[in-house]
C-alpha cells in the first residue's frame, strides 16, 4: 500500500473532453508534485505546490491546470488535450524542501492517460 | 543547469548474482542529495536507496549499496544477490540542496532483467 493515491488508475478521454486526476497523500507532507512520464522521454516535473501555492510551473501549456486544496490533495484539471499529451501522470509528495526526510520525494502509482 | 545521466539503457543479470548500475551527474553545487528509485511494471517509482552529498559514508539498504564518488560526480547502484523481483527500470535522481528548484531531476532510465 502506497501513502500517495492517484485516481483514476486509468483514463481515456477525447480531445474535447474535461477529466481531472486526484491525488491524495497520507503522510503527513506539505509538498506535492505532478511528473509526466512518456515512452522513451525523461520525467519531467509539471507542477510543485509547497504549503498549498503554486511554486513552480515548469512551462506546461494551460490545458493542465492544477489545483492544491489542502496540503493531502492534489488535482490536474485536463481540458482540450493532444493525443500527445498521452502518458503516466505520477503524483509525488514529500516534506517542504529542507525540512526533514532528507528531501525524499514518495510518489503514487500513476494515473495512465489516454487522449483519442 | 544540472543533468543526471545513465549510460546504460539495458543491463541484465543472472538470479543471485551482483549487478552494478551506473549513474553520472553534473553539478555545480557541493551539497545535494541523490538517489536510486525503482519503477516495477506497475509504474510506481519505489525509492530504493538515497544518499547526502555531505556524507562520505556510502549508503547502504540490505542488498543494495551505492559507491559515491563525489570528485568524479559518479552514483553507481550496486545490486548484490539479485532476485527476480529486482527486475524494473531504475532511476537515478539528483535533488538541490535548500533553497532554489524543488526539482528532482532524473537520468533516463536503466532497465534491469533478472535471469532464473
Known amino acids: 500500500e502506497t501513502g500517495v493515491t492517484q485516481t483514476p488508475r486509468h483514463l481515456v478521454m477525447g480531445m474535447t473532453n474535461k477529466k481531472s486526476l486526484k491525488c491524495e497523500q497520507h503522510l503527513g507532507h506539505n509538498a506535492m508534485y505532478w511528473y509526466k512520464q512518456s515512452a522513451k522521454k525523461p520525467l519531467e516535473l509539471m507542477f510543485v505546490y509547497s504549503l498549498e501555492e503554486r511554486v513552480e510551473n515548469n512551462s506546461v501549456p494551460s490545458r493542465f491546470s492544477p489545483e492544491c486544496p489542502n496540503s493531502s490533495h492534489l488535482f490536474l484539471h485536463l481540458h482540450t488535450l493532444q493525443p500527445e499529451d498521452s502518458a503516466l501522470y505520477l503524483c509525488?509528495?514529500?516534506?517542504?524542501?529542507?525540512?526533514?526526510?532528507?528531501?525524499?520525494?514518495?510518489f503514487g502509482e500513476g494515473s495512465w492517460l489516454t487522449v483519442v | 543547469a544540472q543533468t543526471v545521466t545513465q549510460s546504460q539503457p539495458e543491463m541484465s543479470v543472472q538470479e543471485a548474482e551482483t549487478v552494478t548500475l551506473s549513474c553520472t551527474y553534473d553539478?555545480?553545487?557541493?551539497?545535494?542529495?541523490l538517489f536510486w528509485y525503482k519503477q516495477p511494471p506497475s509504474r510506481q517509482m519505489i525509492l530504493v536507496i538515497r544518499?547526502?552529498?555531505?556524507?562520505?559514508q556510502n549508503a547502504t539498504e540490505n542488498r543494495f549499496s551505492v559507491n559515491f564518488q563525489k570528485a568524479a560526480k559518479s552514483f553507481s547502484l550496486k545490486i548484490s544477490d539479485s532476485q527476480l523481483g529486482d527486475a524494473a527500470m531504475y532511476f537515478c535522481a539528483y535533488r538541490a540542496p535548500q533553497g532554489g528548484s524543488e526539482k528532482l531531476v532524473f537520468g533516463k532510465g536503466t532497465k534491469l532483467t533478472v535471469n532464473p
Open positions: 544518499q547526502e552529498a555531505y556524507k562520505q
Open positions: 553539478t555545480s553545487e557541493s551539497d545535494y542529495y
Open positions: 509525488a509528495s514529500s516534506h517542504k524542501k529542507g525540512v526533514g526526510s532528507g528531501n525524499t520525494i514518495y
